[in-house]
């Protein structure tokens, strides 16, 4: 800096002084404020820019905010399904294993094979018991028919051992007849005798003819006491004391003798045996045959008694146990065939295979654990929702499910229903609060989302798998059980 005059001197200055010293014109003055169209334009681009930042804003978020209200969304959300535990229902040994962890299954597919000699052998005794046991109906069957006929025989014995009782009573009463009349005819014998002989003293007759009317007095003497005899006789076959006592007749035979004259006992006896045989109730101990015959008409098919005794063979006690053990014998033929057909294990469902720990040549046990299949299929998503979470949530709700697998794809469903507990609740051991620290901590509830549509081979949901649901709330629950939270069971 030069100084002129004392006053210091500015570069203008100093630039004027050069200028006129060489006698060229002097520069016009620099302002520190420009007000040039160039400033204006740029603060119309940085405006601009600042106008279309926000409409893209405004166009990215407006959506989003949208969505966000209409939705609720969690990330503590899980892929699940149901398992099948693999186990065989009998003990032996295995043959063959088919499958190993990974593999895809049908229903139905054979997963492993164990050895069936035992149960083959098993079936063959089962065909036989029951061979023998319908041969044991044939001849159960046989006799019965042998019982029928025995029946049919010991029920005209009776009607004729009746019968003879009551021709016997009738005997009896002839007897008692003629031996009444062989004592009148003595007594007229014995009259003629002794008058024969008080006439032979007389010798009114001869001696010979008074010895001819004592011969004859003895002759009827002697058909009295024949008679008697054999109305004797007749008692006894009637099973009567020789004398009635209390001073009734020879003749005298108790009531209904016919019904309880002791073969008239036995036949009857002997025909309830064979009734018995046949599954008829015999006879009581004071019902007598009559009565008895009248309760067999009673139940006997229009009265006959020996059509009821031919139904009774399909219904005796013999055949009917015969049956009886034909059909045990066939139940424990499918008892075999069917412990036969547990020696192939078949899957259960459609799904895939895990967790195998058998091999050939392992001895399995009844209920053992041999793998597992998971269903591919029937899978849902298990959205553990906040409990302020939980207020606009209904079953039927529409679900977008995203995976961490598969960026960008989407999976759809639905809200099927509602845990009847959080987790901590339906622990093994649940928590227990009653502490004066405590500490209120908001609790999740899980919330089944199933999936609308099959699940996809080529993006498949595996469980366990991180999701991110998001329900829209706003849109009105359809399907079965749809604006509730309880669902009714499917029976």
Not at 6 to 13: L, Q, S, Y
């Amino acid at each position: 800096m030069s100084m002129t005059e004392g006053k210091p001197t500015t570069p203008a200055d100093a630039g004027e002084h050069a200028a006129g010293s060489k006698g060229q014109p002097a520069a016009a003055p620099i302002s520190p404020h420009p007000q040039g169209r160039g400033g204006g334009v740029r603060r119309l681009v940085v405006l601009l820019l600042i106008a279309a930042g926000l409409a893209g804003s405004a166009y990215y978020l407006y959506p989003r905010v949208q969505l966000a209200l209409a939705t609720v969304s969690t990330d503590d959300a899980y892929v699940d399904s149901h398992v099948t535990q693999v186990a065989p229902r009998i003990t032996e040994n295995v043959r063959e294993v088919l499958v190993d962890d990974n593999d895809v299954v049908r229903k139905g597919d054979v997963l492993v094979v164990l050895d069936d000699q035992m149960e083959r052998v098993r079936v063959r005794q089962a065909e036989a018991a029951l061979e023998v046991a319908r041969k044991a109906v044939d001849q159960a069957i046989a006799k019965a028919e042998a019982s029928v006929a025995s029946a049919r025989a010991n029920r005209w014995k009776l009607a004729a051992t009746m019968a003879d009782v009551n021709n016997q009573i009738a005997s009896l009463r002839v007897a008692v007849a003629k031996w009444r009349e062989a004592q009148a005819a003595e007594k007229l014998a014995k009259a003629e005798a002794d008058r024969y002989a008080e006439l032979a003293r007389k010798h009114s007759v001869t001696q010979e003819q008074a010895d001819v009317r004592s011969t004859d007095f003895v002759q009827a003497r002697a058909r009295t006491q024949q008679a008697l005899e054999q109305i004797h006789s007749l008692r006894a076959a009637l099973a009567l004391p020789e004398e009635p006592g209390g001073g009734r007749p020879l003749d005298d035979v108790p009531k209904d003798w016919d019904q309880e004259h002791p073969s008239v006992k036995a036949a009857l006896g002997q025909f309830a045996i064979n009734l018995g045989e046949l599954g008829v109730a015999p006879p009581g101990y004071y019902e007598s045959p009559v009565q008895f015959l009248a309760r067999l008409r009673k139940d006997a098919p229009n009265g006959e008694i020996d059509a009821l005794i031919v139904r009774t063979v399909e219904r005796s006690p013999g055949v009917a146990s015969a049956r009886a053990q034909v059909e045990q014998a066939d139940a424990q033929l499918a008892e075999a065939q069917l412990e036969l057909s547990y020696c192939k294990i078949a899957s259960d469902i459609d799904g895939i295979v895990s967790n195998r720990n058998v091999n050939p040549g392992d001895r399995v046990t009844q209920g053992q654990r041999l793998m597992a299949v998971r269903s591919f299929t029937d899978i849902w998503i298990d959205c553990n929702f906040k409990e302020t979470q939980l207020e606009p949530i209904r079953i039927g709700h529409r679900a977008e499910i995203r995976v961490d697998a598969y960026p960008g794809k989407v999976f759809r469903g639905r809200v099927s229903g509602f845990s009847p507990g959080t987790g901590a609740a339906t622990a093994l051991l649940p928590p227990q609060n009653a502490t004066g620290n405590f500490v209120k901590i908001v609790q999740r509830l899980p919330v089944r989302v199933t999936l609308t549509e099959p699940n996809p081979a080529e993006t498949p949901l595996f469980a366990g798998m991180s999701v991110e649901p998001r329900i829209f709330v706003k849109e009105p629950p359809d399907g079965e059980g749809a604006g509730q939270r309880l669902r009714r069971s499917r029976r």
